[in-house]
């Protein structure tokens, strides 16, 4: 596998990402990787290097850009709280999301190791919506588009303003004991949906928590949602993203 540190140039500042991909093979499809609200970190790299091993580009940065090059909630230092990370995720709106995925797709077509015309998304916790949201606002390029415990996915200014222009293929899983994402909001995305010819999946994972994804999250991680949340992506990417 190659990883590597880059600095992508936006209309705000330097976006610091992080990219990996198989040494061999490419160019591979691409699969854009949106950090939860905790910020972008080394369990994330892990994660993103999980999906890279099964043949994929992944490209993840740090949404926080704005504010930060660092932050992660869970490094144990005290400046990192959650009212910081509330007040960089303030600055993130559908605006602030569609430079962003625009400066990545810009950087992946001209990468010789990405395979730009296939392309998905993934998201987590905050980024759910972010998922759901590009494949609306850039559906001329995202073939698929999975959410993973997402919040704020129905209602008021939700991602399902863009549902009726999504041309991919859309995955919801959604953590059964998640007060965060509540059944009214699942149902809110249903409703959404069920008024477009978009191709969907909603998936309750019975008995889990939000973050069940997530290695080191204490009280939280399931290992065998964690296998299964991989085997629906993979599933996803493979019929959408290859060939």
Sequence with gaps: ??????????????????????????????????????????????????????????????????????????????????????????????????????????????????????????????????????????ADRIQAAASFYGVDLSGDDSPGQFADRITGELYFACAELDPYAPPEMVAGVERDLAATSVRHRIEWYPGTHHGFAFPSRQGAFDREACERHYERLFSLFDRNLRG
């Design 1 to 138: 596998m190659i990883d590597q540190h880059v600095d992508l140039t936006t209309a705000d500042g330097a976006m610091n990402t992080f990219i990996t991909h198989p040494e061999e093979g490419g160019p591979h499809p691409v699969v854009l990787f949106l950090m939860d609200a905790p910020g972008k970190r080394e369990e994330l790299h892990d994660m993103a290097r999980r999906i890279g091993t099964a043949g994929y580009y992944v490209i993840l940065p740090n949404l926080y850009y704005r504010s930060t090059r660092e932050f992660d909630l869970f490094s144990g230092n005290p400046q990192y709280t959650v009212d910081v990370m509330q007040a960089h995720r303030a600055l993130l709106d559908w605006t602030t999301l569609a430079t962003d995925v625009g400066t990545l797709l810009a950087h992946v077509d001209d990468d010789p190791a990405a395979d730009g015309a296939h392309v998905g998304v993934v998201g987590y916790c905050m980024s759910g919506p972010y998922a759901y949201a590009t494949a609306g606002l850039f």
